[in-house]
């Protein structure tokens, strides 16, 4: 009897064990991460023009952010994080999702590095649809076999290698760094044609939720009447 | 392989010969030894001795960065060697010393107030180290190519080729890039990087893959590793800005592009204050270094009594960078005011200078400098020639001595001499007059120049003197 009793006494730590396994690989519901806390807590401001909405987030900690969703297929097209120098000045917008902003101000003389990637080099792109992260290589004209894609949860990225060693880049995935979710090696898919290297990432469940919850939660965000336009010109 | 190294090795010599020779280009530092004693002849020195000397305690108090706000005048006759000593000056302090070389005259614009443009010049002189956290690209060089546009004279592109061990990539570069790295001699098989804020090129040695190019590598070549994995990293580096820098990005929405534009027009005195405040901060707390450098200021008898006071004024903050002025002049009317002065330079602000003289050069000194100039501008001379030439600058001027070594190495070369002899110098100061010989022909024919009525007193002066 006492026995009996031991053991089961140990089954039901085990189960408890089991339990919290369980609660850590399903992880903390992702209403609960600093990420979805500090994006409730920005102070949002709304834009509409035609199909495009534009939500600008100012962080507590006074950091600026700025996405632009599809509104019929609510798809995340754009988003760019304000970099601000150490010793002030304007800034200029990062971009961490979509096609790069083009650069209004001309190329002076003089100005910064007089250096840059020549036209044909490769240039990354990020740009996400509603299933998928997805990362675009242009001007990577090699064949498949060259590449190698590989999940690293230890430097939190995604390595691509090259076996005639021309190409190598660590990709950051901040959406999954953000909900705390491991890489996974089988989400990753890639493709190549027409000189571009596409690598796609299947978006974990947590973040599906999280993008259309999000979606909803940003409907309440009233949109500016009145845009302020700087062309009154025609 | 090697051969093909060779010959942009070539290419890269043949291109950075064409400099444009200034008139201060031989001066590479003060020419001072450990003890700050001046040695005669020394990057590109001569004589004056005693001001070196000055100036190398000078340079002491300036690297010592203590002292604030203090107040340098060199004063001499013409051609005596003040600019040469501030340059040489600016040379021993090295690059990371922020060094201002302004003219007395260019504080008078029409879009700034003179104050404006002088506590401009003030804040250029004043450095601010800080970390920043900066784009770097690091890797071994493939190749380094430079192309001039056809027709001659057209802009320069150029290409670099770098790698990783893991991944290689080209990149366009401008006219300032090639110049930099034509000035470093940056060739294939170096490991180097390069900021990209501010396009600084550092090398940090050869790659040990070129280990064995023997006849490539200079006697002290370092080996490294050739870098891994991306060629783009963010490190964090150290800068020096100037606190006008810092100003100009603050001013405007367009920041820091109006730096190159040089159209940076007044800054308000609140921006200033606030940077001011925020400087002081991070010095506090250890992020920033403040390093005060120098502000020269030649011909400064060109500044008037307004300018003056604000100097007054302006030495007793505590940022205030080591000024140095320079001026030619003797007792004169300080501008903008009736009363004369010492140098033209009101007597409070005399009072809180150091003032350091220069004195003509003797015989063998001019003869020391003309053979250095001679050297710089690529010219042989022989020995009765640059007597000669020795002999012109006592009796005119060393400035005028210097105009007719180019001249004459130009009129011997059109002889199809290599050595410029005393002829061709005779033939040049027949050819170019001197101040004081233009004078004299001036007196002579007065009469035949235009407006000139022939009433005045120089006609009179003459039969006088017939």
Not at chain 2, 113 to 131: P, V
Not at chain 2, 161 to 181: F, H, P, R, V, W
Not at chain 2, 329 to 345: C, V
Request: charged share 30%.
């Amino acid at each position: 009897m006492k026995r009996n009793c031991l053991i089961e006494d140990f089954e039901g730590l085990d189960s408890i064990q089991k339990r919290i396994k369980v609660s850590l690989t399903f992880p903390i519901m992702f209403k609960n991460t600093i990420w979805y806390r500090s994006l409730l807590d920005a102070e949002k401001s709304c834009l509409k023009e035609d199909k495009l909405k534009k939500i600008h987030y100012k962080f507590q900690d006074d950091k600026e952010m700025v996405e632009e969703y599809n509104a019929d297929t609510q798809v995340l097209l754009r988003r760019a994080w304000k970099v601000k120098g150490k010793l002030g000045g304007d800034g200029k917008w990062d971009v961490e999702i979509g096609d790069p902003i083009p650069d209004a101000t001309p190329h002076i003389e003089g100005a910064g590095a007089d250096i840059m990637e020549s036209k044909d080099q490769p240039i990354l792109t990020r740009r996400n649809t509603r299933i998928n992260l997805e990362w675009r290589i242009r001007n990577l004209p090699y064949p498949i076999e060259t590449y190698s894609v590989s999940a690293n949860n230890e430097e939190r990225c995604i390595i691509i290698r090259t076996t005639n060693k021309k190409y190598f880049k660590r990709l950051q995935v901040p959406e999954l760094d953000r909900l705390n979710l491991p890489l996974e090696q089988a989400n990753i898919q890639c493709t190549h044609s027409f000189n571009t290297l596409i690598i796609t990432y299947k978006k974990p469940q947590q973040l599906l939720e999280m993008d259309k919850e999000w979606y909803q939660e940003l409907s309440k965000v009233k949109p500016i009447k009145d845009i302020p336009s700087d062309c009154k010109t025609q | 392989m090697a051969s093909i190294a060779a010959a942009q090795v070539q290419e890269v010599r043949s291109i950075t010969r064409i400099e444009r020779i200034g008139a201060h280009s031989h001066i590479r530092g003060l020419g001072l030894d450990d003890s700050l004693e001046p040695r005669a002849v020394s990057q590109g020195m001569v004589g004056q001795k005693m001001a070196r000397k000055a100036a190398g305690v000078i340079l002491q108090m300036i690297r010592e960065g203590k002292i604030a706000g203090r107040a340098v005048l060199l004063a001499g006759q013409p051609g005596t060697g003040k600019t040469a000593i501030a340059m040489g000056l600016a040379q021993a302090l090295g690059p990371d010393t922020p060094f201002t070389s302004m003219a007395g005259s260019e504080i008078f614009s029409l879009e700034m107030s003179k104050t404006e443009a002088l506590t401009q010049a003030i804040r250029k002189s004043i450095g601010i180290r800080i970390k920043e956290e900066s784009e770097i690209i690091e890797g071994e060089v493939v190749e380094v190519v430079v192309e001039r546009a056809a027709g001659g004279g057209g802009a320069r592109v150029g290409r670099l080729t770098l790698k990783t061990t893991d991944m290689e990539t080209n990149y366009d570069m401008g006219a300032k890039m090639i110049d930099s790295l034509l000035k470093e001699k940056v060739q294939a098989g170096d490991v180097i990087t390069i900021d990209k804020a501010t396009g600084k090129i550092n090398k940090l040695g050869r790659s040990f893959a070129r280990a064995r190019d023997y006849d490539a590598t200079g006697q002290q070549a370092r080996f490294v590793q050739c870098p891994e994995g991306e060629l783009q990293k963010r490190k964090e580096v150290v800068h020096t800005v100037t606190l006008h820098e810092i100003d100009v990005i603050n001013s405007r929405t367009h920041g820091f592009l109006a730096l190159f534009s040089g159209d940076t027009g007044e800054i308000k005195s609140e921006i200033r204050e606030q940077i001011n405040s925020k400087v002081a901060e991070w010095r506090e707390e250890g992020k920033a270094e403040m390093i005060p450098g120098v502000l020269f200021i030649d011909e400064a008898h060109m500044l008037d009594i307004e300018c003056f006071s604000y100097l007054n004024r302006a030495l007793e903050s505590e940022t205030a960078p080591v000024v140095i002025m320079a001026t030619n002049r003797g007792i004169t009317r300080i501008r903008g005011t009736n009363y004369r002065s010492p140098h033209g330079i009101p007597l409070d602000l005399l009072d809180r200078m150091i003032i350091v003289p220069t004195s003509p050069y003797s015989h063998q000194e001019l003869r020391e400098i003309l053979n250095i100039r001679c050297e710089e501008e690529d010219c042989q001379m022989s020995s009765d020639a640059l007597t000669v030439l020795t002999r012109v600058a006592t009796e005119t001027s060393l400035r005028y001595a210097i105009q007719l070594i180019t001249t004459a190495s130009l009129v011997a070369k059109r002889r199809k001499a290599t050595e410029v002899s005393m002829e061709d110098v005779k033939k040049v100061y027949s050819l170019f007059l001197d101040e004081h010989r233009s004078e004299q022909f001036l007196k002579e024919y007065q009469d035949e120049f235009m407006f000139n009525d022939g009433s005045g007193d120089a006609p009179q002066l003459m039969e006088v003197s017939q």
